[in-house]
């Protein structure tokens, strides 16, 4: 596609339930991130995905969370047993592998627990 | 750890006036350094970016920046705001080698007073 893809781009949960987000990043980009935009906040850092290489996933706030990278291509991020504090903006960004490269942003899911 | 300083959270600005925002960033190295654009619900835009060479980039909408070494700033900078340019601004830091993310600043909130 033209760009990174999320979706959905809007999920509402209740307190409790596991959610998936997935990620369509750029053809051909190896490198792809999730960051949390809170509300009112920055962006933080949650997992990397650079080719094969073991993801950093030193960003995750806790055991909950996990994110996988199928085939080097979608990414899928999930969150087991939601709390209120789960809720935030999503952000998906791929990256060409080589330096001298930017990221390109999806338009992320906002997701609200009820 | 690399880190990154955005000291204004708030701007205010008058349409047609000059526009500064200030970046700090923290990194043994010469970073590659960014600045995004964030409307009211979208994703992150690339305003322009800094990998080496004239420290001084050019970027989309008229925005420049200067990278100072010296001053582990990159100052983001328009001659004369338009109202479309209310937005939230973020400064980032990379380090492209193994493993390393994306660390983005808290943001400044820029508003437009016609």
């Known amino acids: 596609g033209a760009g990174v893809s999320q979706s959905p781009s809007n999920k509402v949960t209740e307190k409790g339930k596991d959610v998936e987000l997935r990620c369509d990043p750029i053809?051909?980009?190896?490198?792809l991130y999730w960051y949390r935009q809170s509300l009112g906040q920055g962006l933080e850092f949650l997992i990397y995905f650079q080719g094969n290489s073991a993801p950093d996933k030193s960003g995750l706030p806790s055991d909950r969370f996990s994110a996988e990278r199928t085939g080097g291509s979608v990414s899928t991020l999930t969150i087991q047993r939601t709390q209120q504090e789960d809720s935030a903006v999503y952000l998906c960004?791929?990256?060409?592998?080589?330096?001298?490269?930017?990221?390109?942003f999806g338009q992320g899911t906002r997701l609200t627990v009820v | 750890a690399q880190s990154v300083t955005q000291p204004d959270i708030h701007i205010t600005v008058s349409e047609g006036a000059s526009l500064e925002l200030r970046c700090n960033y923290s990194?043994?190295?010469?970073?590659?350094l960014f600045w995004y654009v964030q409307s009211p619900g979208q994703g992150l835009q690339l305003l322009l970016k800094y990998f080496s060479g004239d420290t001084l980039v050019q970027g989309i909408k008229g925005f420049e920046a200067e990278f100072k070494r010296s001053q582990s700033s990159f100052n983001l900078r328009k001659p004369s705001v338009h109202w479309s340019d209310a937005a939230e601004y973020f400064c980032?830091?990379?380090?492209?080698?193994?493993?390393?993310?994306?660390?983005f600043g808290g943001g400044t909130r820029l508003m437009v007073k016609p």
């Open positions: 053809s051909g980009h190896t490198a």
């Open positions: 990194y043994g190295a010469t970073p590659y």
């Open positions: 980032a830091v990379a380090r492209y080698n193994a493993g390393n993310m994306l660390t």
């Open positions: 960004a791929s990256r060409p592998g080589t330096v001298n490269t930017e990221a390109f």
